[in-house]
T-cell receptor, first 112, second 114 residues
Framework: DAKTTQPPSMDCAEGRAANLPCNHS???????VYWYRQIHSQGPQYIIH???NNETNEMASLIITEDRKSSTLILPHATLRDTAVYYC?????????????FGQGTELSVKP | DGGITQSPKYLFRKEGQNVTLSCEQN?????MYWYRQDPGQGLRLIYY???????QKGDIAEGYSVSREKKESFPLTVTSAQKNPTAFYLC?????????????FGPGTRLTVT
C-alpha cells in the first residue's frame, strides 16, 4: 500500500471549515483513500473514503486531485467535538486481509 | 444498538501473567481485527480473522494469541512472552475482509502490566 504524508498538527476556529491535506504521491490505480479519526482515548471512527471522484457524506467531504496524488478532507463547520487525530490511509482492492496502515495522522485542534 | 464492545476498559496485571481481552460484535461482520496502539503512535495490526475458525498473524503477533470460535467473538490473549504488553488495544470488524471495506472499532482496552 502507498505511503501517506500528513502535517502533524493543525488548528481551526470553531464554525469554520477544517481542510486537512494528505499526500499520497505513490498511490496506484487500485488503491482507495480512507479517512478515519480518533478522539482522545477512544477507538478510531471511519469518516469517508474514495477512489477517484469527490465524495460527500453527513460528516465530511473528500476531494481527490485529478492525478490522485493528494487529497483533502473537509469538515465544513468544525465544532469542538471534531478535535481529534485524523488519519489518511491508502488501501488496495488486493488487500485481502484488510490491514489498515495507520501513520501518525494530523492532530486537529478546534478552538472556540 | 449494533456495535463492538470491549471489556474491560482498563486492565492491570502483574508481569508474567497471561491476560485475555474480550471483543464482541453484533454487526454480523465476517472479519475481525486486533490492533495495538502505543502513546503518540498509529495503530499496528496484531491478528486478524476473515471467517470463523480461521485467523492470520499481523505485523506484531509475537507474544499474542487469538481464537475465533464464534462469528461475534474474537478474544485476544496477551501472554507472558510479550515483552512490552502495556498498551492500548483496539478491536475492529468489517462486513467482509478486504482493503476496501470500512472498519468499525471498539472503545479499546488499556492494559497496564507492572
Amino acid at each position: 500500500d502507498a505511503k501517506t504524508t500528513q502535517p502533524p498538527s493543525m488548528d481551526c476556529a470553531e464554525g469554520r471549515a477544517a481542510n486537512l491535506p494528505c499526500n499520497h504521491s505513490t498511490i496506484s490505480g487500485n488503491e482507495y483513500v480512507y479517512w478515519y479519526r480518533q478522539i482522545h482515548s477512544q477507538g478510531p471512527q471511519y469518516i469517508i473514503h474514495g477512489l477517484k471522484n469527490n465524495e460527500t457524506n453527513e460528516m465530511a467531504s473528500l476531494i481527490i486531485t485529478e492525478d490522485r496524488k493528494s487529497s483533502t478532507l473537509i469538515l465544513p463547520h468544525a465544532t469542538l467535538r471534531d478535535t481529534a487525530v485524523y488519519y489518511c490511509i491508502v488501501s488496495s482492492v488486493y488487500n485481502q486481509g484488510g490491514k489498515l496502515i495507520f501513520g501518525q495522522g494530523t492532530e486537529l485542534s478546534v478552538k472556540p | 444498538d449494533g456495535g463492538i464492545t470491549q471489556s474491560p476498559k482498563y486492565l492491570f496485571r502483574k508481569e508474567g501473567q497471561n491476560v485475555t481481552l474480550s471483543c464482541e460484535q453484533n454487526l454480523n461482520h465476517d472479519a475481525m481485527y486486533w490492533y495495538r496502539q502505543d502513546p503518540g503512535q498509529g495503530l499496528r495490526l496484531i491478528y486478524y480473522s476473515q471467517i470463523v475458525n480461521d485467523f492470520q498473524k499481523g505485523d506484531i503477533a509475537e507474544g499474542y494469541s487469538v481464537s475465533r470460535e464464534k462469528k461475534e467473538s474474537f478474544p485476544l490473549t496477551v501472554t507472558s512472552a510479550q515483552k512490552n504488553p502495556t498498551a492500548f488495544y483496539l478491536c475492529a470488524s468489517s462486513i467482509v475482509p478486504g482493503g476496501t471495506y470500512e472498519q468499525y472499532f471498539g472503545p479499546g482496552t488499556r492494559l497496564t502490566v507492572t
